[in-house]
Structures are given as C-alpha cells and as structure tokens.
C-alpha cells in the first residue's frame, strides 16, 4: 500500500498575516476573450507558529513560447503544462498589487505577483480543468481580471509539479542552498536516505525566528539561500528549504498549506521509490517511523511528547499543495 511521508513544519504562534519540449496536445485551450470580471481576494495568512561552489538545480521552469495567451498587459506561457507548471508576468509597472488565481473545481489558489518578472506556478491538482487569471487591484480586495486562460492540463506523471521549482520552493534562486544539499546527501542513494540527511541537517542548524514570526506580512515568500544564511526562520522557512533541497536532489515532495488543530502551518509530503507517497513516516526510533515537524523537533529536542503529538496524523490535515 502506498503510504505518504508527512514531514510536518508546524510551528504554534497564533497565525499572523501569514526546456523541455512541449508534448503535442498537453493542453486544451478555450480562447475566450477576458470577461470584466471582478474578484474580491483577501490576503492570505502565513504559514508561521511558533512551538513549546554550487550544482545546477536538475528540473529548471521555463517559459518556452510554444504555448501562450497574452496582451498588452500579461502573459501567460504554458508550454509546460504537462510538466507540471505554467509561468505568468504581468509586463507594465506602476500597478502595486497585482496577484493571479489557479483554479479547478475543486480549490483555488492565490498567489502575489512582481510586475515584469516571470512567476512559476505548480498544478498542484494534477489532470484535470484550470483557469489561470491575473488580476490587477482596484481598491481594498476588489481587483479586476487582466487575462484569463482555461485550459485541460495532462501531466507527463505525478511527480513533475512537485520536482521544478516555483514561487513557494524557488532553489533555481538559491545556489548555496542545492551545493548544500548536494554535500549532505553526497553518496545516498535512496529517497529516504536523502530526506533523513537533510531533515536532521535543518533540524540540527535551524533555529526558530520568534520575532520574524511577529512581524512577518501577508505575502512573505522564503528566500533559500537567506534562511540557509541566517539559519533561522519561521514554519514557511523551514518547509520551503526542505522541500527546495530536496527537489534539488531528485526527490519529489509537497510543500503542503494546513492546519493543526486550528492554527495554520506547514509540512513536506516525500515520495520513494521503494514506497510511493508515504503517509506519517520521517524519523526512525529504531522501532517505529514518526511524523516530523523540524519545528517542533528542532525546538523541543526532538522530546518524547513532541514526537508523540507530531506522529498524530489526526493533528493535520492539508489545504494546499505546492
């Protein structure tokens, strides 16, 4: 049976403003123009708590040009849609807030943009319907759409959206932080071997950022090579420099968006080969795995009711995927 492997990042503050060739027919487009759409975002909380000589990266997004909807004001490039992510930029400057939606049936995720730069987003959903939408602010939550694509996404497999990077797990940014991973994991093999290096590396060199966890605002995205730096960080921190090293290093894992209990938080889901997707296993006692959380474990030293709490998988359960 497969399982999936949760490392939980969870932290207990309450929250606070928390290329590749296009295969042919990857994805169905509907070019319909941009209706007036207007939509209401509220800014999302972030993922935070607080709790008792570089190697290229191997998957590197980019956007291809062979599959694109654009205007004057935005693009958005999904020639690599079967692999797993599109890439949108919103070309003018001058408007502050702008954000972009990825939406299926079933969820929809927001994410900010910086005007005149490239963003890559994950289909986190796998196969299925997206609308892809960006949107420029009014006023207060009320934005109105720029562009707009609806399209049926075929991915190559399950893994590609949680291998390249993007806008929450950027190591194409962060060469110190892959040469890194690639030192710790020199000579394993095995995912799981990978994973137990670099989660007892974090856990054993990061710190929780109390203060940065007080102040931190709505919008905040990890920069990798900032927290391997500074070697402290809030939750966010710690599930995006796992999730980046060890995508670097050939392992496919979700950074996944939650809750435990009522406070919002984050964790890495890691798939093995030997395994699949494991469910409630990063840390052996030598009898039984456990589900980590390098926060808690981190700040707890790893003490017996920490590791009790953190390998109730009753304590979590998963919002968003990326």
């Known amino acids: 049976m497969k399982k999936i492997i949760s490392m939980l990042l969870v932290c207990a503050f309450a929250l606070a403003g928390c290329a590749v060739p296009v295969t042919e027919g990857a994805a169905d487009v509907f070019e319909n123009e941009v209706k007036s759409e207007i939509a209401y975002i509220e800014e999302e909380a972030v993922a935070l708590a607080e709790s008792p000589a570089p190697k290229t990266a191997a998957y590197e997004a980019a ?3 062979v599959l694109v909807k654009k205007n004057e004001k935005a693009e958005i490039d999904y020639s690599n849609a079967h692999l797993g992510y599109v890439m949108v930029k919103y070309k003018l400057s001058g408007d502050s807030k702008l954000k972009v939606q990825v939406k299926t049936a079933e969820v929809t995720y927001t994410y900010n943009l910086t005007a005149k730069e490239w963003t890559v987003l994950p289909l986190s959903e796998g196969d299925g319907k997206y609308t892809v939408t960006v949107y420029k602010n009014v ?15 075929v991915l190559e497999n399950e893994f590609s959206a949680f291998l390249y990077p ?13 040469a890194k991973a690639a030192l710790i994991t020199k000579g394993l ?11 007892d590396y974090v856990v054993d060199t990061l ?12 919008g905040y995205l990890p920069v990798l090579d900032t927290v391997l730096e500074e070697k402290k960080g809030i939750c966010f921190d710690y599930a995006a420099l796992m999730a980046g090293m060890l995508r670097s290093q050939n392992v496919p894992c979700k950074l996944v968006v939650g809750y435990a209990g009522k406070v919002y938080h984050a964790w ?6 030997d395994e699949g997707w494991i469910d409630g296993v990063i840390w ?5 795995w456990q589900r980590m959380d390098p926060t808690f474990a981190s ?24």
Do not use: C, H
Not at 166 to 178: F, G, I, L, S
Not at 300 to 318: F, L, Q, T, V
């Open 207 to 218: 710190e929780y950022d109390t203060e940065k966890a007080k102040s931190v605002k709505s």
């Open 139 to 153: 006023t207060g939550t009320k934005y109105a759409a720029v562009i707009s694509l609806e399209m049926d996404a």
């Open 284 to 288: 052996f006692n030598g009898t039984a």
């Open 166 to 178: 993007n806008q929450y797990v950027n190591y194409t940014d962060a060469p110190e932080t892959v």
């Open 63 to 65: 956007a291809s040009g």
């Open 299 to 322: 700040s707890a030293d790893r003490s017996e009711s920490i590791m009790k709490y953190i390998g109730d998988g009753e304590n979590y359960s998963a919002k968003y995927l990326y």
């Open 189 to 199: 093999d095995k995912a799981l071997d990978k994973v137990a290096a670099v989660y």
């Open 268 to 273: 890495i889901s890691v798939w093995s080969e």
